[in-house]
């Protein structure tokens, strides 16, 4: 669910406006390792670290060159590499697009390491990572990040990410990379910027895939920020193609594009291939497929954090709006879409066999004591359909005002029947939505946190199920860079923050949302209360930015769930 950019036409001045007038500058009291590695021509995308247990994490780099280098890795608990605690080799060669990858073990719970590599008598940034947590634990901060669209801007939001000295691990919720070409979304801004995406056409296969991970990591801010602090990572849909389903996709036209099984699969090999997660063969589960992409993190004895799998294995063809436009003329036809269509038994988003493992994780939390559990969600879960946008006055009647936008048009046909924002989230999902708080309530869970990207927004959602029982709360991040609807959509700051209000005062779940910044969520955890920060970035133009904070939401343990105080 898009949401209002701050794009390069946004002024310093009109961004701290929004935010009240504030203009905090987050501290940059945690050091930032890596360094520039333009004139290196061997590390030119950086080093980063992800997917920890307890004892071990991922190790990535990638040598620029042709033919197979050797690379020699270390690690070190000093970042002066004063004593020298692991250290190896691993080959580089075009079978894996040159990148290196590899699982560091029988490390100590809870320590932070440093890592570099080096080949070519060069070597590369300095990392830091860290395991995770076990035992006693009295505070956990993670950063909730989504959605960086190359085109749209700096990722200034990861380097501020990598700069919050209260942050231990950064979740990736998806949306890391984006499929379009150069001429579609974002064409305009990127041509200003000088960042317009490689390959030139809309990725399709395996070396276009690569190219456009390649590109992504030249970044400064998204290099700055691997070099800082492990990653726990899910996907959405655009490091595939948008709005992906198990047969195909909306952005995928096989005539024109060839099979999607084929994209599918290049796809997911470029990603395990660019990004700092465990290869099947490196969990502790037989038969596991790279596809069947989720995970389950313990920290200590405060938190399990779960990361979702919503595109490849599971979900249900998508309800497409176009099909329905000229067949909805009354509330009861609207009602009926909701509940025969979108609702109808068997319409999947998780896989049984990822259900069934989401089932012993929360089990196991609740039965260990933890009082935190956390879902890695890749797009909203809250119910988010659209207020009557019209008679709010907000939006012109479209009957009225045949010279309305488009998107006017669009946003009063779904404010007029109460319909869903997007039938793309679970919001389109409702029975699999259904099923998923029904197997948390049976493992004594009915507290989640879902923290959630997608929408380019910040959220802040109170959750229930069908007969209004609590389910927990959800927490969503505005995009690194990636605009949304509203502003985008041509409708302006006013109308904007008109509808965001709207939003928040006549949609049930819904306690309040901000479309009108870009950045990212500090979540800190204590053992008694959460906090979640809503961090704005000024510009994405320039590498010279500020932050702020956009709201802090406080929340807690209450009757049997959970939140907000």
């Known amino acids: 669910m898009p949401a209002c950019p701050l794009s390069a036409t946004v002024s310093r001045r009109a961004l701290l406006a929004g935010i009240g007038g504030a203009t905090v500058l987050l501290a940059s009291a945690a050091p930032l390792f890596g360094h520039p590695v333009a004139d290196n021509p061997t590390f030119r995308h950086g080093v980063a670290s992800g997917d920890p247990d307890q004892t071990s994490v991922v190790l990535w780099t990638r040598i620029t060159g042709t033919g197979e280098t050797l690379v020699e890795w270390e690690m070190s608990d000093t970042p002066d590499f004063a004593r020298i605690l692991k250290s190896g080799t691993a080959a580089a060669d075009a ?41 006693r634990l009295d505070r956990l901060g993670i950063a909730l990040a989504s959605c960086s669209n190359y085109p749209f801007g700096l990722f200034n939001a990861y380097d501020a990410i990598a700069r ?26 990127g041509r200003k910027l000088g960042r317009e995406h490689r390959p030139a056409h809309e990725i399709v296969s395996l070396a276009d895939y690569r190219e456009r991970h390649a590109q992504y990591k030249t970044d400064p801010g998204l290099q700055a920020m691997h070099a800082a602090h492990p990653l726990l990572a899910c996907w959405d849909d655009h490091e595939s193609t948008n709005n992906p ?55 200590g004895d405060l938190a399990t954090l779960c990361t979702i799998e919503t595109r490849h294995t599971a979900r249900a063809r998508q309800i497409d709006y176009l099909d329905w436009s000229k067949r909805i ?23 049984r066999e990822q259900e069934k493992d989401l089932s012993a994780a929360l089990t196991r939390s609740v039965k260990a004591g933890q009082p935190w559990r956390l879902i890695g969600n890749p797009m909203p879960i809250a119910r988010t359909n659209v207020p009557d946008v ?74 229930s199920d069908d007969d209004g029982r609590p389910a927990g709360i959800e927490i969503g991040t505005a995009g690194i860079s990636s605009p949304g609807d509203f502003i985008e959509s041509g409708f302006g700051p006013d109308i904007a923050r008109q509808l965001d209000r709207a939003f928040a ?25 959460g906090e979640a920060t809503c961090i704005g970035i000024d510009t994405l133009a320039s590498p010279h930015y500020r932050t702020a904070s956009v709201k802090r939401l406080k929340f807690g343990p209450v009757s049997g769930s959970v939140d907000f105080l």
């Not at 919050?164 to 801004?189: K, M, N, R, S």
């Open 245 to 299: 389903w198990t047969g195909g996709a909306q952005n995928h036209q096989p005539e024109k594009e060839g099979d999607w099984n084929a994209r599918r699969a290049a796809s997911i090999r470029a990603y395990f291939e660019w990004m700092p997660v465990r290869e099947p063969e490196w969990l502790a589960i037989k038969g596991r497929k790279r596809k069947q992409f989720w995970r389950s993190y313990s920290f």
């Open 95 to 135: 079978k894996t697009d040159h990148t290196v990858k590899l699982l560091a073990t029988d490390l100590k719970p809870g320590a932070i390491y440093y890592f570099r590599f080096r080949a070519n008598g060069l070597t590369s940034p300095t990392g830091r990572t860290r395991t995770l947590p076990g035992g």
């Open 164 to 189: 919050d000295a209260d942050i231990e691990f950064v979740l990736h919720t998806g949306d890391y990379i984006y499929e379009y070409g150069a001429d579609g979304w974002g064409a305009e801004t």
């Open 505 to 529: 005062e006549h949609i049930d779940e819904i306690v309040w949302t901000d479309n009108m910044h870009q950045g990212y969520v500090r979540v800190e955890l204590t053992r008694e209360r």
């Open 390 to 463: 019209v008679g709010l006055g907000i939006l012109p009647d479209p009957a009225a005002n045949t010279d309305a936008p488009f998107p006017a048009k669009v946003l009063a046909w779904k404010g007029k029947w109460n319909l869903p924002f997007y039938p793309d989230t679970w919001d389109g999902y409702p029975w699999a939505r259904e099923q998923f708080y029904s197997l948390s309530r049976k493992a004594g869970a009915g507290d989640l946190v879902f923290l959630t990207g997608d929408s380019h927004s910040f959220w802040a959602n109170r959750l």
């Open 329 to 351: 003329h009354s509330q009861e036809d609207a009602d009926r879409l909701r509940q025969e269509e979108m609702g109808k038994p068997g319409r999947r988003m998780l896989s």
